[in-house]
């Protein structure tokens, strides 16, 4: 047998340590590319956690999340379905499954519950009724806190410093569901299976509010607003749409309610509305929030499913001051306060 050349078996060396060197480069290379990657992916989630983004739309910003009061027997909120602003910034929170109502001031700190068992009077000549299942509710230029009371089957009435006051319900209201109310300049609106009903701001019943024509066309309304013209803004849930109607009952939009492949909304729910007369609409089943425009065309919208910041998890109400939006996330049991520039 032969013996390599001692020279041959040197530059045979050299090759494969050159190549050692360029598999070694090559590996740092790529290690460089995945971590750099890596990163930007974490500086994509913290980006997204913290601001709803739709190609071509301005983000919205995450102000606060409330997830209840943090203190008492019941710290945290259970499956809220509604919010509302309050005088001077406050928030009041319609905490479903706790049944109860809790208030934060300005700054989110807890100031107090109410309409539970032991809620206090007005005066002593006033029994209390505490809530069965509170859903929407709304707060007059007053600070009184008008609460829907769905399974009470009656509307309650709380002062500004949450004290009963009072209920109301329309005639033969036996089996009445009120699901959203509203309070404008003079009336109260209330939204139930089929319809609106129509109270003045101490509760005595008006009217049952005539929708061209028909004062049961509805079917499971569960938001309803009044504009700063006095425009009457309506989640008609079931048939995917939302209409805009003035005090008479005469329709100034619907929006689109097709199939599911060219219908305006998942599942239209709570709405706010913008002094311009926009509207903005919890879409529970699309897992956002959605513009409707003074004519009732589909704007913009925000939102993606899940549990972070900025996300929903079956939203079902909306309520709005400047650029701030109040948010009830049901399933994941939070209020949050979002700030949206509308550009």
């Known amino acids: 047998m032969t013996e390599p050349d001692h020279d041959e078996l040197s530059e045979d060396t050299r090759k494969t340590r050159r190549l050692d060197r360029a598999r070694a480069s090559r590996r740092r290379a790529v290690f460089g590319i995945v971590a750099i990657t ?5 500086v994509a989630w913290i980006v997204s956690s913290e601001r709803i983004a739709d190609p071509g739309v301005p983000p919205v910003a995450v102000v606060k999340i409330i997830t209840g009061p943090g203190t008492g027997e019941n710290p945290d909120f259970k499956r809220p379905l509604a919010a509302a602003w309050g005088r001077d910034g406050d928030v009041l929170v319609s905490d479903t499954e706790n049944k109860r109502i809790v208030e934060f001031a300005a700054d989110w700190s807890f100031v107090r519950e109410f309409g539970a068992q032991g809620t206090k009077a007005t005066t002593e000549s006033v029994t209390p009724v505490p809530l069965e299942m509170p859903v929407g509710l709304d707060v007059s230029a007053e600070g009184e806190v008008y609460v829907a009371d769905l399974r009470g089957g009656r509307v309650a009435i709380y002062d500004s410093a949450g004290r009963f006051r009072r209920t109301f319900a329309p ?3 036996a089996d ?3 699901t959203d109310v509203a309070v ?3 009336r109260v ?3 139930d299976q089929t319809g609106v009903e129509v109270f003045d701001r101490m509760g005595v019943w008006l009217e049952r509010l005539p929708i061209d024509g028909q004062t049961d066309g509805l079917s499971r309304p569960n938001g309803i607003a009044v504009g700063k013209d006095g425009t009457i803004y309506v989640s008609d849930t079931n048939r995917f749409r939302i209409l805009a109607v003035d005090a008479s009952g005469t329709v ?7 199939d599911s492949s060219d219908r305006a909304f998942g599942l239209p729910r709570g709405l706010g509305v913008f002094d311009d007369g926009t509207a903005l609409v919890a879409d529970a089943f699309s897992f956002a929030i959605t513009e409707v ?6 704007g913009r919208r925000w939102g993606v499913q899940g549990d972070r910041p900025g996300r929903f998890n079956y939203p079902n109400d909306v309520d709005v001051s400047g650029e701030l939006v109040l948010v009830t996330d049901k399933e994941n049991h939070r209020v949050q306060v979002l700030r949206l520039r509308r550009e």
Request: net charge positive.
């Open 38 to 42: 890596l990163l930007l992916l974490a």
């Open 171 to 173: 005639p033969n209201s």
């Open 176 to 178: 009445w569901r009120p």
């Open 184 to 186: 404008g300049q003079t």
């Open 293 to 298: 425009d003074p004519s009732g065309k589909r």
């Open 189 to 191: 609106y209330v939204t």
């Open 252 to 258: 100034v939009y619907t929006t689109a309610q097709g």
